[in-house]
């Protein structure tokens, strides 16, 4: 499951009152309880989070992932999206919100590395017997994002094994944008139809891929329509 939850900061007409970007400020342990509830229902093996926190006031000093596995099981794997040597990473907010992965299936190892080009750059690695997930939230600039794409490409065709690749692309341009990193690494688009994840209440665009090897099988693409956060998830059945 790939899921961008916002820091679990909610969404709706009422975030940006009275300023813009208010609800980014909001305590948010109700709506994470939430978020929870909905994935221990779906059960999911593997669980890509997107914008979670890694212990701010927001949730009282709990770290997102580590309450989230306690609850469905799992390893937690966090990492900031900020380079480490970035003046962001001195903010006592910004420097605990990253992207995490929460894995029932043990790893033989994880890393958190960082992309060249970007404010957010960080790459969760995460390495299984079978194949490897590579986790993204990528920049909000096209230049920028053109050259984490090519960046990634070179990542996945030096993999030894089949290669997931999930993340928030911020691809405003569609998929199109991605064309050159499918084509040159061989990936397909678990999400087949190309439809849109963005925004959860209305969705309009695609932004949250899962792409992978073709040597992985796409048995099932769900994308329930839940307004838990500002994008929708994307849940995705796969066999080797």
């Not at 961008?4 to 007409?13: K, L, P, Q, S, V």
């Not at 989070?49 to 390893?75: F, H």
């Not at 199109?176 to 963005?198: F, H, Q, S, W």
Request: charged letters at 25%; one cysteine or more; glycine letters at 8%.
């Amino acid at each position: 499951m790939l899921y961008n939850i916002r820091y679990a900061t909610g969404t709706g007409w009422d975030y940006h009152i009275p300023f813009p970007f208010w609800g980014s400020f909001r305590k948010t342990e109700k709506n994470f309880e939430d978020i929870s509830d909905f994935l221990i229902k779906l059960n999911p093996d593997i669980v890509g989070l997107v914008e979670s926190d890694g212990g701010t006031y927001r949730q009282n000093g709990k770290s997102q992932p580590v309450e989230m596995a306690s609850k469905i099981g799992g390893t937690p794997i966090f990492g900031c999206k900020y380079h480490p040597k970035s003046f962001i990473t001195k903010a006592p907010v910004l420097k605990l919100q990253g992207n995490a992965v929460v894995s029932k299936i043990p790893p033989i190892k994880s890393n958190i590395k960082y992309l060249s080009f970007g404010v957010k750059r960080a790459m969760l690695e995460v390495e299984y017997d079978d194949f490897v997930l590579y986790l993204v939230h990528l920049s909000l600039g096209r230049k920028a994002r053109a050259k984490q794409l090519e960046e990634l490409s070179r990542k996945c065709l030096s993999a030894d094994k089949p290669v997931i690749l999930a993340g928030d692309c911020n691809t405003f341009g569609g998929e199109e944008e991605l064309e050159p990193l499918i084509r040159k690494v061989g990936l397909k688009n678990a999400n087949a139809d190309c439809m849109p994840t963005y925004p959860s209440s209305s969705p309009r665009m695609l932004l949250d891929f899962v792409l992978h090897s073709p040597k992985i099988k796409v048995t099932d693409l769900l994308i329930p329509r839940v307004t838990f956060s500002d994008h929708l998830p994307l849940v995705c059945d796969f066999a080797l």
